[in-house]
Every structure is written in C-alpha cells, then in structure tokens.
C-alpha cells in the first residue's frame, strides 16, 4: 500500500502535530480512521463482487485448466491422490457384514492385529520386568561394595595416625 517507514510516519505526525493542533489532532486522527474504513469496505465490496463475477462466468474453471497445463506433473498427482482416495474409501471394511467374506477376512485380521499387540505387550513388560531385576542387583552390588569400603579401616591413615 502505501511505503511508510517510522522516519516518514514521525515527520507525519509532527506536522499534524504542528498544523492541526494538540486540541483537535484526536478528532482529526478518528476522521481519518474512518475514511480509511471506508475505503477498506469498499475494496472488500468490490473484491467479492469481482469474485462472484468471476465464479458466474467459470473463470476459476479456465484458471484451473491453465494451472494443469502449466503443471501437467503436479495435476497427474492430484488425480492419483484423488483415485487412491476413492478406492481407499470404497474398500472400506466396516462397509461389508460380517456374514461376507470380506467381512470374514477383516474380522480375522483383527483379532490377529489384537492378539499380535497383546503377544508384544507382554514381551515388553516381560523385558522390562528382567531389566528391573538386573538394575536391583547392580544396586545392590554397589551398596555392598560401599558398605565393605566404610567397613575396612584405610591402611594409609593408620600408618599417618602413628607416626
């Protein structure tokens, strides 16, 4: 919009400041808000009419064609992408009953999809239980080697002690 930095805009303000008066520069300072909202209305009014306009005459159509014209790679994805979502929607399992074989087949594979993340849970909590069994007896080893440290009395002071 317009290029202001904070050097134009503090020159700006100064000579309001000069000009208008310290009196009636808020008065000033709400007409001018106000102009701008307006203008801002109207550009916005205008912007979506032009849209509208341009939705009614398939503008947006022609703008989609050139865009796959210009970009034919990207558009053959977006068709992929379109054609994977369409066959992942209708090969939907839920979709079919129970007493179809595709409902036979998705039923299976879920209880074995069930009993593999049970078989893997217990597996987990089975090495976690051996790697806390492991971890008691390092500590436990520790303790025992700082108690017989305290435990024995150091040969050095006593030899210091009696001199």
Not at 1 to 28: F, N, Q, R
Not at 108 to 134: D, L, N, P, Q, V
């Amino acid at each position: 919009m317009l290029d202001l930095g904070w050097t134009e805009m503090m020159v700006v303000a100064v000579v309001a400041l000069i000009v208008v008066g310290p009196k009636d520069l808020p008065g000033l300072f709400r007409n001018v808000g106000r102009y701008i909202g307006k203008a801002k209305g109207m550009a916005r009014d205008f912007s979506r009419a032009m849209n509208d306009a341009a939705d009614e005459t398939g503008i947006k159509d022609v703008a989609k064609g050139l865009k796959a014209a210009t970009n034919p790679v990207g558009s053959a994805m977006d068709g992929i992408k379109e054609a994977t979502s369409e066959l992942t929607s209708s090969l939907d399992p839920s979709k079919f009953g129970p007493e179809t074989e595709t409902g036979k087949l998705s039923a299976e594979r879920a209880e074995a999809a069930r009993k593999i993340k049970a078989s893997t849970a217990r597996m987990a909590a089975t090495r976690k239980a051996k790697e806390a069994e492991e971890a008691l007896a390092k500590a436990d080893a520790a303790e025992a080697a700082v108690a017989e440290a305290q435990a024995a009395p150091a040969p050095a002071k006593d030899a210091e002690s009696k001199s």
